[in-house]
T-cell receptor, first 117, second 110 residues
Framework: DSGVTQTPKHLITATGQRVTLRCSPR?????VYWYQQSLDQGLQFLIQ???????AKGNILERFSAQQFPDLHSELNLSPLELGDSALYFC????????????????FGPGTRLTVL | GQNIDQPTEMTATEGAIVQINCTYQ??????LFWYQQHAGEAPTFLSY????GLEEKGRFSSFLSRSKGYSYLLLKELQMKDSASYLC???????????FGTGTRLQVFP
């Protein structure tokens, strides 16, 4: 158990709908990262938050948005959903620092499996 | 551009040794990570290298050569439970984010 929690574990919904994925980082971690993993594909970095502020952006679609709240949990919103959004969505957390440096390991949550019908 | 290459699949026998290679071309370098991922589960951290050389951790070791843009993960005394995907990831300069390779699926046979 990494200490990172994600809810829900599974989500089945239809095209055009909106979903919210939730992540709670490990105790004491300030950085939260979101990744998408489609079938037989590598982990694609979406976005990073550090202590409530957006720090880095990856291949995140305009239909997706995220935020990190004062208690450091994060939410990823996807809307409107398309069939191609079906994937595993992972959240990771790390201690984070004011400036980037080596040794800041990311620990992953169990993921949310999203199926869009 | 940024590119990380790993073999797609490998097979090995229980009790044997296997080496999984990773080559990378990234804009800057600030550490290389190896993760293990069983199907449908979360990636779990295995090792981290930022300086050239070998890091040993039990049955697993990881090597880095920054001048060659090359790393490998060495798994000794293979067990059936080592059947999983192994992900190589690189962190660039002035960033926390990781760029992942597509992973190497290892199958261990009795």
């Amino acid at each position: 158990d990494s200490g990172v929690t994600q809810t829900p574990k599974h989500l089945i919904t239809a095209t055009g709908q909106r979903v919210t994925l939730r992540c709670s980082p490990r105790s004491g971690d300030l950085s939260v990262y979101w990744y998408q993993q489609s079938l037989d594909q590598g982990l694609q970095f979406l976005i990073q938050y550090y202590n409530g502020e957006e720090r880095a952006k990856g291949n995140i679609l305009e239909r997706f948005s995220a935020q990190q709240f004062p208690d450091l949990h994060s939410e990823l919103n996807l809307s409107p959903l398309e069939l191609g959004d079906s994937a595993l969505y992972f959240c990771a957390s790390s201690a984070g620092r004011e400036t980037s440096g080596p040794g800041d390991t990311q620990y992953f949550g169990p993921g949310t499996r999203l199926t869009v019908l | 551009g940024q590119n990380i290459d790993q073999p797609t699949e490998m097979t090995a026998t229980e009790g044997a040794i296997v080496q999984i290679n990773c080559t990378y071309q990234t804009s800057g370098f600030n550490g290389l990570f190896w993760y293990q991922q069983h199907a449908g589960e979360a990636p779990t951290f295995l090792s981290y290298n930022v300086l050239d050389g070998l890091e040993e951790k039990g049955r697993f070791s990881s090597f880095l050569s920054r001048s060659k843009g090359y790393s490998y993960l060495l798994l000794k005394e293979l067990q059936m439970k080592d059947s999983a995907s192994y992900l190589c990831a690189v962190r660039g300069d002035n960033t926390d984010k990781l760029i992942f390779g597509t992973g190497t699926r290892l199958q261990v046979f009795p």
